[in-house]
């Protein structure tokens, strides 16, 4: 068997890459199993050097990362290079904090002495998406090595280049043998990998699906999971806010990776006082963004990942207007091969349409009307997930204080786009998922927390 990596923006092949059999992928959970009972032992400063030398490693290719990102799944050159640039800095900022967030903690009891122990568990699984091919590998990866666990990746199909780049980084940066290997396998053998006794823990970030199905086999061999699921991130923007610093926040996060990404921008609750000038400078922001092809500079929006996935897409918008939504911009299919889907804004949106239950996982903006404040955190609550949320006020005290208190969702912006950063802990509730990655709370998921009481 195959795996075909096929160009977005021509539907033209561009690989072949051979499948590892069943037997092979078992030789090489072995070989990262072996590889981690040496790995566990090695001090922080070894591995402070390597990922060190593996942040070094990425920015020297992140040229041609980007051309293979562009290539496999349409990401814009400028936004390829940025991925890569921020898989860097990941690696950078465990390499120089992971020892003081594994440090034993002391807590007295009334023992001689009792503290707490953070210990690697062993070899993790991830299952990653297409999206963002290099960062949602790098972010697990990073604190997984730091903390002396190993990983095999499973990645997602129509991105194998960038699966056997990651392996290649992690050779080049000197890392012994098999600490991390790619699997190049279909999402039906997942769950024998999950059954393997030397699989320790799962790590995924998909769709709804696929981690409830991820989760059920965990949960029945009593194994670790982090679930990062979809998002249909919630985006207030009260009447009192800066409308050209919110349209502008808005617009960038809803169109970021051609609207691919769980925490962009999906639903845009604007309170009805300001609707008709946020709208106005919403859909003019969204005219001109450029659309065309990836490896061009000046492009802004590539070719959505997959035709079949833009065809959903468009089937939502659709279904959304047959329910009464109206289009404002975009909402056509391009008569041209690839998979196209034009920056599109829905206006008149409501309970029960697609654009507003479901996840627009493109460049498809829903415009929601709230009659005032209370009502819009209603209406950004009254949803299925809950990773990402915004808000858009002059009053910066409110505005974090519905952050803080109001709004359901594991990450809350004030004034500003949501995004992961290496020191932020990240993650959902609800439909999105469970789990944390990223700062102190990302490292001590895949860990023994221990307790040591020495009488």
Same mark, same amino acid.
């Given at each position: 068997?195959?795996?075909?990596?096929?160009?977005?923006?021509?539907?033209?092949?561009?690989?072949?890459?051979?499948?590892?059999?069943?037997?092979?992928?078992?030789?090489?959970?072995?070989?990262?199993?072996?590889?981690?009972?040496?790995?566990?032992?090695?001090?922080?400063?070894?591995?402070?050097?390597?990922?060190?030398?593996?942040?070094?490693?990425?920015?020297?290719?992140?040229?041609?990362?980007?051309?293979?990102?562009?290539?496999?799944?349409?990401?814009?050159?400028?936004?390829?290079?940025?991925?890569?640039?921020?898989?860097?800095?990941?690696?950078?900022?465990?390499?120089?904090?992971?020892?003081?967030?594994?440090?034993?903690?002391?807590?007295?009891?009334?023992?001689?002495?009792?503290?707490?122990?953070?210990?690697?568990?062993?070899?993790?699984?991830?299952?990653?998406?297409?999206?963002?091919?290099?960062?949602?590998?790098?972010?697990?990866?990073?604190?997984?090595?730091?903390?002396?666990?190993?990983?095999?990746?499973?990645?997602?199909?129509?991105?194998?280049?960038?699966?056997?780049?990651?392996?290649?980084?992690?050779?080049?940066?000197?890392?012994?043998?098999?600490?991390?290997?790619?699997?190049?396998?279909?999402?039906?053998?997942?769950?024998?990998?999950?059954?393997?006794?030397?699989?320790?823990?799962?790590?995924?970030?998909?769709?709804?699906?696929?981690?409830?199905?991820?989760?059920?086999?965990?949960?029945?061999?009593?194994?670790?999971?982090?679930?990062?699921?979809?998002?249909?991130?919630?985006?207030?923007?009260?009447?009192?806010?800066?409308?050209?610093?919110?349209?502008?926040?808005?617009?960038?996060?809803?169109? =970021?990776?051609?609207?691919?990404?769980?925490?962009?921008?999906?639903?845009?609750?604007?309170?009805?006082? =300001?609707?008709?000038?946020?709208?106005?400078?919403?859909?003019?922001?969204?005219?001109?963004?450029?659309?065309?092809?990836?490896?061009?500079?000046?492009?802004?929006?590539?070719?959505?990942?997959?035709?079949?996935?833009?065809?959903?897409?468009?089937?939502?918008?659709?279904?959304?207007?047959?329910?009464?939504?109206?289009?404002?911009?975009?909402?056509?299919?391009?008569?041209?091969?690839?998979?196209?889907?034009?920056?599109?804004?829905?206006?008149?949106?409501?309970?029960?349409?697609?654009?507003?239950?479901?996840?627009?996982?493109?460049?498809?903006?829903?415009?929601?009307?709230?009659?005032?404040?209370?009502?819009?955190?209603?209406?950004?609550?009254?949803? =299925?997930?809950?990773?990402?949320?915004?808000?858009?006020?002059?009053?910066?005290?409110?505005?974090?204080? =519905?952050?803080?208190?109001?709004?359901?969702?594991?990450?809350?912006?004030?004034?500003?786009?949501?995004?992961?950063?290496?020191?932020?802990?990240?993650?959902?509730?609800?439909?999105?998922?469970?789990?944390?990655?990223?700062?102190?709370?990302?490292?001590?998921?895949?860990?023994?927390?221990?307790?040591?009481?020495?009488?």
């Amino acid at each position: 068997m195959n795996i075909l990596s096929i160009n977005p923006a021509d539907n033209k092949p561009l690989a072949k890459h051979k499948s590892h059999t069943p037997k092979q992928v078992r030789q090489k959970i072995k070989q990262t199993h072996r590889a981690w009972l040496k790995w566990r032992n090695t001090a922080f400063n070894e591995r402070s050097g390597l990922l060190k030398k593996m942040a070094d490693v990425l920015l020297s290719h992140k040229e041609d990362l980007a051309v293979l990102m562009a290539n496999e799944m349409g990401k814009p050159l400028k936004q390829g290079i940025a991925e890569v640039e921020k898989c860097a800095a990941v690696c950078t900022y465990y390499a120089g904090i992971a020892e003081s967030f594994l440090k034993e903690q002391i807590i007295a009891t009334d023992a001689f002495k009792s503290y707490v122990t953070f210990q690697p568990i062993g070899v993790v699984l991830a299952v990653m998406p297409w999206n963002f091919p290099l960062w949602q590998v790098f972010r697990f990866l990073a604190p997984a090595l730091a903390a002396g666990n190993c990983g095999v990746l499973k990645h997602a199909s129509n991105v194998p280049g960038c699966a056997l780049a990651i392996e290649d980084i992690v050779k080049e940066a000197g890392f012994p043998d098999h600490v991390f290997q790619t699997l190049l396998i279909g999402s039906g053998e997942v769950e024998a990998i999950i059954a393997d006794p030397l699989i320790q823990a799962v790590t995924l970030t998909g769709s709804n699906a696929a981690g409830s199905k991820v989760a059920a086999k965990a949960g029945e061999l009593i194994k670790k999971t982090v679930l990062e699921l979809g998002g249909s991130d919630a985006y207030i923007i009260l009447k009192d806010a800066d409308l050209e610093q919110a349209t502008e926040a808005c617009v960038n996060s809803r169109l =970021i990776n051609g609207g691919q990404s769980c925490i962009a921008a999906k639903r845009f609750i604007v309170e009805e006082e =300001i609707e008709t000038e946020f709208t106005r400078l919403f859909v003019e922001k969204m005219r001109a963004k450029v659309m065309g092809d990836p490896l061009q500079n000046g492009t802004d929006i590539g070719p959505q990942a997959r035709a079949d996935l833009r065809d959903e897409l468009h089937d939502q918008v659709i279904r959304s207007v047959q329910k009464g939504a109206k289009i404002l911009l975009g909402g056509e299919v391009p008569k041209q091969p690839g998979a196209w889907y034009p920056p599109t804004v829905l206006t008149g949106v409501k309970k029960g349409m697609p654009a507003s239950d479901e996840e627009l996982f493109g460049p498809v903006a829903a415009i929601i009307s709230a009659r005032d404040e209370e009502h819009a955190i209603t209406l950004a609550n009254d949803n =299925i997930f809950g990773l990402g949320a915004a808000i858009f006020t002059a009053d910066k005290t409110r505005g974090e204080h =519905i952050a803080a208190t109001r709004l359901e969702a594991g990450s809350c912006f004030v004034n500003t786009m949501v995004k992961s950063d290496p020191r932020l802990p990240f993650g959902g509730i609800k439909q999105s998922g469970y789990g944390r990655e990223l700062g102190m709370f990302g490292i001590h998921e895949f860990v023994n927390i221990k307790t040591v009481f020495v009488a």
